[in-house]
């Protein structure tokens, strides 16, 4: 019997050291999978995108395995924080107020906000926002800005980009001001939606990394440069968002 027991836990510790002893270390990316290109599961529940895959090849270079971790995008930065994750990688803007509480790495892409109306909609600039219910992601730099700019009043938050495109579809909201690159996604998933030909704002997307980890951002600033050097960083972004 004992025998027995040694062998099942030989074997159980076997298999476990298949599954986590591959002799290297895990670094774990936090991200919100609702944000297509950046992030997005895919058909085989597999999460995929333009970050997913950045963070592999950063990761392949620091000779680290990955793990990504699906969460709400209103929780990343205190994820970061705690070190429950070692790196947020989610489409995220730089802003002022974040770097209060995280280090940004450089940046890798540009995000513009933009506004998505129904066809025919009387909303056909930013001006006719006044008064208006905005739909945002909760948290996003869309949400904050718009609570700055409309009041908190006229700004509906969702968990999601594709729920605040719902309530449109629905009429629970007048438009939804999210990133362009998910807003053309989305606007091609529903009928009768358009993007407003105007620019909100102008934002950097990049790595959000704890404060104390410095060693972190140096290593993932230098995979990043080398990456865009390799022309992989522009190979990873081509294959997500073909030039129109
Ligand atoms: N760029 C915006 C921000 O940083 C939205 C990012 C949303 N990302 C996501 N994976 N849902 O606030």
């Given amino acids: ?15 476990a050291c298949f599954a986590g002893c591959s002799g290297k270390k895990t670094l774990v990316m936090g991200t919100n999978a609702e944000f297509p290109p950046y992030e997005f599961v895919d058909d085989s529940g597999k999460i995929v995108g333009i970050d997913a895959e ?33 790196f947020a990688l989610a489409g995220m803007t730089v802003t002022d107020e974040r770097l209060l509480s995280v280090n940004f ?11 998505i ?20 992601q909760s948290g996003t730099t869309g949400d904050i800005y718009c ?3 409309y009041g908190q009043d006229h700004v509906k938050q969702y968990d999601s980009g594709a729920l605040a495109v ?4 629905n009429g629970q909201v007048d438009c939804v001001i999210i990133d362009n690159e998910p807003a053309k996604n989305f606007v091609k998933a529903n009928a009768g939606l358009k993007i407003l030909d105007t620019e909100y704002a102008v934002e950097d997307y990049a790595a959000a990394i ?3 980890n410095t060693e972190l951002l140096d290593a993932f600033n230098k995979a990043l440069a080398e990456l865009k050097a390799e022309g992989k960083l522009d190979e990873i972004i081509k294959k997500y968002i073909p030039a129109e």
């Avoid at 019997?1 to 298999?15: E, F, G, H, Q, S």
């Avoid at 719902?166 to 579809?169: G, I, K, R, T």
């Fill in 1 to 15: 019997m004992k025998r027995i027991i040694a062998a099942i836990l030989a074997t159980l510790m076997l298999v």
């Fill in 210 to 212: 704890a404060k104390d």
């Fill in 166 to 169: 719902a309530a449109l579809v």
């Fill in 105 to 115: 790495s450089n940046t890798y892409a540009t995000g513009v906000q933009v506004v």
């Fill in 147 to 149: 609570t700055d700019d």
């Fill in 54 to 86: 950045i963070a592999q090849a950063v990761a392949e270079k620091m000779g680290y395995e990955l793990e990504i971790r699906d969460m709400k995008f209103d929780s990343l930065i205190t994820a970061v924080q705690s070190g429950n994750i070692d």
């Fill in 117 to 136: 109306v129904k066809e025919g909609s009387d909303i056909v600039n930013l001006d006719a926002l006044e008064g208006k219910m905005i739909g945002v």
